[in-house]
């Protein structure tokens, strides 16, 4: 268990040094400013983040702003890039951000009993967009929602194109 710890560790301090990433030279200015090592920069965050999104004001609005904000602008310049492979990424993060935010709309009455909800909301959405090999969009996406588009999206598209049809023919009647 503590070689997996010391492992998770050092592949954190690796990606906090990881001159690609959007946060790397947020945190170099902060670790040259402070003296203290970015890691323990990182945890502090991650450690007063958490307690706002227990104990704090608006932990909802924290709370999605970080699940949206961040997304969107990486959204954007995937979408300017020349690459392809992080439009998918960004893609998939929202089909799964989507179809998790219909779910929680209809569990809204239960998740309000669930006195660490937005921590735990706070959390997931996190694992949605981490970059590395254990991002939660990839893994939900490959392991639910592929296998279940794939099994029956003929139905989806064959009702979609009825209801299309429909409210074409009603359009063109009304005209």
């Known amino acids: 268990m503590a070689h997996k710890l010391i492992a998770l560790r050092d592949q954190l ?22 003296g203290v090592d970015r890691l323990y920069i990182f945890i502090g965050c991650t450690a007063l983040i958490s307690l706002w999104l227990v104990f704090g004001y608006c932990a909802q609005l924290v709370c999605n702003t970080v699940g949206f904000l961040y997304p969107a602008y990486v959204s954007i310049h ?25 779910a929680e709309y209809f569990a809204d009455f239960i998740v309000r009993w669930f ?17 590395s090999q254990f991002n939660g969009s990839l893994f939900l996406y490959n392991r639910i929602v592929k296998p279940y588009f794939l099994k029956h999206h003929q139905a989806i598209d064959n009702t979609l194109n009825k209801v299309k049809d429909s409210a074409t023919r009603l359009l063109e009647k009304n005209e």
């Open 115 to 131: 006195p660490l909800y937005w921590l735990a909301k706070f959390g997931f959405m996190v694992w949605l967009m981490i970059p």
């Open 78 to 102: 995937a979408i300017e890039s020349k690459q392809k492979d992080d439009d998918t990424k960004w893609l998939t993060y929202w089909v799964v951000y989507a179809l998790f935010s219909i």
């Open 13 to 34: 301090a690796s990606s906090l040094h990881d001159n690609t990433k959007p946060w790397t030279s947020v945190l170099a200015k902060v670790e040259r400013k402070t």
